[in-house]
């Protein structure tokens, strides 16, 4: 590095919104019409193409993937000190909420076939805490998790799921569309996903009364009376109808990101095949993902050495190999943006008091307790270590990718 570097002119993006030109009209009619706040027809549009697509009886469209999560956690009911499984390796939003509700998150680590929850932790979890009522379980990165498996644990123990599909809209398990494996599911508009409203997300359920308790907590919980009548603490969490505009547009639009998503994928498979490396894996013939973001692991062997802190890497450089930092700090000096693969939860300074669980450890482990036979191989922390996530926007052109595939082979030199 450091010679003959030719960034690219416009900055290519990890994932970008891509409009399409409805989104306005939309938007458009709302501002004609005055419906500015959070009545109005796009939001019951929004929500109804969300029914149809995902197959579910209720959406309650939000302002956040994590407001939906927080409902979610509350009408699982969650009390203060309830301790509650959450995968391990994810976006804090999957596990934030149950700490709204005074909830202690419990972390469970990953399988290697899709990255998400693995079922053999989560019934080892289940051995450990037999008491545990509800399961935050995440598709990452658009992957579905093992969610039969998942749901089928949950149910002999008589556990409410919850599903963060926030990054696996589209996405389907057994033919069956992700969003629907739990008693609650939380889907995502925040502005990176696979479709967008800039912001915006929603509660997906079957239970029709559940769905309307959220709504009215979501309108800081009014009563149907003439005045401000108020029985429950509530929030202001429901979606503005301008966003709603947006996230109507794009729903159309869904299938067309996801094609686009699957081709960079499997340039990305193909490009890398001389490497060291593996793809983010599915299993295939069970589940089709959306193929959110594409990310690499680098192989154990290939790994070049590098040490991360709370907040600074440094790596070295060796022949044949490299590491996620080097490949990130050379796809930014070409103004392309990749990023680490989420930090697991259990590593993280404000969960350092919680219990995370292995499927191979035989016992709990607590990070900042050296107790090594409980440990066990953390899967989550082994991917954070040899993984990162590619430049993976669906406006990015074939020729922008074959040159991204370069820059990642010039690592390995
Ligand atoms: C994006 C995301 C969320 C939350 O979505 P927001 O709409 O940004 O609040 C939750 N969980 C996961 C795994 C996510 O990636």
Request: glycine fraction near 8%; aromatic fraction near 10%.
């Amino acid at each position: 590095m450091g010679w003959k570097i030719i960034p690219f002119e416009k900055k290519v993006w990890l994932s970008s919104p891509t409009m399409h030109g409805e989104e306005l009209q939309y938007i458009k009619a709302a501002y004609e019409s005055n419906w500015m706040s959070t009545v109005g027809e796009n939001i019951d549009e929004t929500e109804r193409l969300a029914r149809e697509l995902i197959g579910c009886k209720a959406a309650v469209a939000l302002g956040t993937g994590t407001a939906a999560l927080h409902l979610a956690v509350k009408l699982a009911g969650v009390q203060p000190g309830d301790k509650v499984f959450c995968s391990d390796m994810t976006f804090s939003a999957t596990v934030n909420p149950v700490t709204y509700e005074g909830g202690v998150p419990v972390f469970v680590d990953s399988e290697r076939e899709t990255w998400n929850m693995d079922p053999r932790a989560l019934e080892k979890a289940f051995a450990l805490y037999p008491e545990v009522k509800t399961v935050v379980a995440a598709n990452l990165y658009g992957t579905p998790g093992k969610l039969d498996e998942i749901s089928a644990i949950c149910e002999a123990h008589g556990a409410t799921l919850i599903e963060d599909a926030a990054e696996s809209l589209g996405a389907t398990y057994k033919g069956k569309p992700t969003g629907t494996f739990g008693k609650y599911n939380a889907i995502s508009f925040n502005g990176n996903k696979i479709i967008t409203g800039s912001a915006g997300g929603m509660l997906l359920t079957d239970d029709v009364q559940a769905a309307n308790k959220a709504r009215k907590w979501s309108t800081q919980s009014r009563e149907a009376a003439p005045w401000y009548q108020h029985e429950e603490i509530g929030y202001n969490y429901r979606m503005s109808n301008v966003i709603a505009g947006v996230v109507r547009g794009q729903f159309p639009h869904l299938r067309e990101h996801m094609e686009q998503k699957k081709a960079i994928y499997y340039r990305y498979k193909e490009g890398f095949k001389d490497l060291p490396v593996s793809m983010n894996p599915f299993i295939e013939g069970e589940m089709e993902p959306n193929f959110w973001l594409s990310c690499l692991v680098i192989d154990e062997e290939a790994l070049a050495r590098q040490v991360r802190s709370d907040s600074e890497a440094l790596y070295l450089r060796e022949a044949g190999k490299s590491s996620p930092t080097e490949i990130l700090e050379t796809l930014a000096a070409h103004n392309a943006e990749g990023r680490p693969i989420w930090k697991p939860m259990h590593m993280q300074p404000v969960f350092r008091m919680n219990p995370y669980v292995t499927a191979s450890g035989n016992g709990r482990g607590k990070t900042n307790a050296y107790i090594a036979e409980d440990r066990g191989e953390n899967v989550g922390e082994d991917i954070f270590r040899r993984g990162l996530c590619l430049p993976s926007d669906n406006k990015m052109t074939k020729e922008q990718q074959e040159k991204i595939i370069e820059i990642v082979k010039s690592c390995f030199a």
